[in-house]
């Protein structure tokens, strides 16, 4: 055998060995087909049995979902295998959350990934864990460019990382690099939110799943990088259907600091446990997925309402407060002001099913609720818009009877082109004598474009007043709350068609019986205090505010408009009760203010300076701020690579370049025998 020869039969060799070891793997469940050769090379092979979802953009997510990424292609794999629990206490005003959130590689490759979820729009995230077997790295909070480097960096370096960025107000990414095969690693964030206080009965709400966002054609606002295209994209949209396997399980301690009389939650059922007079534990009572948010309610017990309307928290820099301004006493409120009220209802898409049932019920049992003194109209609106008449109508008998059969044959189709409809209720608007112009809006809010939405609303709102229905099991929160803030009015969720007469009847209460109009607050020199517009006061509503203050106040004057006449009043603050992070709370709506004013078109160099300064110094997720975590010990998955193994990925590559050089070397082994006459012809 010539040297020649003997040199093409080794090479020959070495390739062999290399393709097995690349192909064995990847066409290991497949070996039966031995006619129809298949090779899977996705990252899903060794998962469970759940359906596997491929994705150009991760944004039309409608539930808290993990993405994996696929190396050298421009698109993701949903994981089937996810778990989050919830701890949550709350204390007072403000709930304290503690989410784990619990990502699993079953795969033998390396692997990143990025999980999208929703949190409440008021949420001020500040801590970051990551525990990887026995070892927990915690996260620091950095502005977000430096956030976005340090982590790309750990990334590249083979370090276990996580990156914590708020995308929206109620919507957060955690991007986690390097998932070793079989790792298991825990990611635990903490945030803090105020609790909602109405008509006696706190509550609270834990967001489950998300609204995919539609971007109007005519919109300038920013679509979604990966996506560059305006619309639904519904090749996009990604049902909770496909993570049947995204389980969720919470623990909650409710500690409100008086004696509690009733506990409920809208949807899902639940299990209580008293430990004394003013403290429950509360869990779910059966095993839940991402189908609905969670939404938890307590009322005191009769004759034990809480008295404080004043909390505090002294610090180092000075005094941090939160106020609960009550509506004034309503012995002579007139429930018979006269209204126009225009009912705006949302039809498109994204309302089909239940959602468009729950519009259509709250609708129609508004309309009856009219007084014959009242004026109306109704606007429904997809991709385009329509009055049902052209100009308000007397609440006859006869029109709401017209308006029923009108509602009644309203269908859920096409986009969200909510602007056309926001003129439609705003524009000519016409002053009448002692009467209320009231535009509600019932609608899941699946926009993308807020920012226009509230600049148009800010800039034509004049004398009317601007409330928002949630409807189904994921509105968009932001949109309805902020939209609601700027509109002066208040936002309501009706999470499922039992909710609706309850919940509208309580609307319609409150909507008769404005209290107070027109707010401003009189505060010392040096005090800061959010939100800065204030809505009108309502039977039974409360407004919150957040102050800090160098030095401790005694007082407040609060102005405005009551039964059409000047009123004010001054607010004793001596007596407080003890409450711990409202610094944070505070921060977080100083936040809130400062991105207002950068929609309003402020100067945004200067506005987004102060959000990282203010997020940097009460350790907080923002819009210019991101928390990350990064692990010193590099993965030996990563370290292989590193020296010089090939990856192995959901690309190929590996195996096209081992076929390649096998080719290349029978080639050109053939070339040389042939020119030497040592290959036999055939």
């Known amino acids: 055998m010539t040297n020649t020869l003997r040199l093409l039969i080794g090479a020959c060799l070495i390739s062999s060995v290399l393709a097995f070891h690349y192909i064995k793997p990847l066409f290991a469940h497949n070996t039966s087909e031995a006619s129809s050769l298949k090779f899977n090379v996705s990252y899903e ?89 026995e070892r927990e790295i915690i996260g620091k909070i950095l502005a977000k460019n430096q956030a976005k480097a340090v982590f790309d960096n750990a990334k590249k370096q083979g370090n276990k990382a996580s990156l914590l960025v708020q995308n929206r107000p109620n919507i957060f990414t955690n991007s986690v690099a390097n998932i070793g095969p079989k790792d298991h690693i825990e990611v635990t964030i903490e945030y803090q939110q105020s609790v909602r206080f109405n008509e006696g009965t706190f509550s609270l709400r834990f967001p489950n799943t998300i609204t995919p966002r539609y971007f109007p054609k005519h919109s300038n606002e920013n679509t979604p990088s990966e996506i560059g295209v305006q619309g639904w994209a519904a090749s996009q949209k990604i049902s909770a259907n496909h993570s049947a396997n995204h389980n969720v399980t919470m623990n909650i301690t409710l500690s409100p600091g008086f004696e509690i009389g009733e506990i409920s939650s809208d949807i899902h ?55 609960m301004l009550m509506p004034p006493s309503d012995e002579d409120i007139d429930s018979h002001l006269s209204k126009e009220v225009i009912y705006v209802i949302d039809t498109s898409g994204s309302m089909e099913g239940p959602s468009m049932t729950q519009a259509k019920q709250a609708l129609s049992f508004a309309v009856n609720q009219l007084s014959p003194s009242d004026i109306f109209n109704i606007i429904q609106f997809d991709s385009k818009s329509e009055t049902m008449w052209t100009q308000s109508q007397q609440a006859s008998a006869q029109t709401k009877r017209q308006a029923t059969q009108y509602i009644s044959r309203l269908r859920a189709d096409g986009g969200t082109e909510i602007l056309p409809a926001m003129k439609l209720a705003l524009e000519n608007q016409y002053e009448t004598e002692n009467r209320i112009r009231q535009v509600i809006f019932i609608t899941d809010g699946a926009i993308g474009n807020e920012t226009e939405l509230f600049s148009y609303i800010k800039n034509n709102l004049s004398d009317s007043r601007l409330f928002t229905i949630g409807i189904g099991s994921a509105p968009n929160s932001y949109f309805m709350t902020e939209a609601a803030l700027l509109g002066k009015g208040t936002y309501t969720y009706i ?96 936040i809130a203010q400062l991105e207002r004013d950068k929609k309003a078109g402020k100067n945004s160099e200067e506005i987004n300076s102060e959000i990282q300064r203010v997020a940097l110094a009460n350790h907080v997720v923002s819009s210019m701020t991101s928390l990350v975590a990064v692990d010193t010990q590099v993965s030996n998955s990563a370290q292989k690579n590193k020296q010089g193994t090939l990856p192995q990925t959901a690309t190929p590559a590996a195996l096209q370049l081992t076929i390649s050089l096998l080719f290349l070397l029978v080639g050109c082994g053939t070339l040389t025998l042939k020119r030497r006459g040592e290959l036999c012809p055939t």
């Open 45 to 133: 092979s060794n998962s469970v049995n759940a359906p596997l979802v491929r994705v150009k953009d991760y944004h039309f997510v409608e539930q808290g979902s993990f993405f994996i990424e696929q190396e050298g292609e421009l698109n993701y794999t949903m994981s089937p295998l996810l778990h989050s629990h919830a701890d949550i206490s709350i204390t007072g005003l403000i709930a304290r959350v503690k989410l784990t959130q619990y990502f699993s590689n079953q795969s033998e490759h390396l692997v990143n990934g990025t999980y999208v979820f929703p949190l409440p729009e008021n949420a001020a995230v500040d801590h970051l864990t990551m525990k990887i077997g």
């Open 269 to 323: 059922p639940i299990i209580k446990t008293k430990k004394d007079n003013s403290t429950y534990t509360i869990s779910l009572k059966n095993k839940t997925t991402t189908n609905d948010d969670f939404v938890l309610n307590w009322m005191a017990k009769a004759g034990s309402s809480p008295t404080a309307a004043h909390f505090s928290q002294r610090t180092e820099q000075g005094q941090y407060g939160a106020i």
């Open 495 to 590: 999470g499922s068609t039992m909710q609706v007469r309850e919940k509208m009847q309580a609307l319609l209460t409150k909507l008769s019986q404005p209290v107070l109009a027109n707010i401003s607050i009189d505060v010392p020199s040096g005090v800061e205090f959010y939100p800065t517009n204030l809505p009108d006061l309502y039977k039974g509503e409360p407004i919150m505010l957040s102050y800090f203050s160098t030095t401790p106040m005694d007082k407040i004057t609060v102005r405005g408009n009551r039964q059409n006449s000047p009123w004010k009043q001054a607010l004793s603050l001596q007596k407080s009760a003890e409450q711990t992070g409202l610094n944070v709370l505070w921060a977080r709506r100083k």
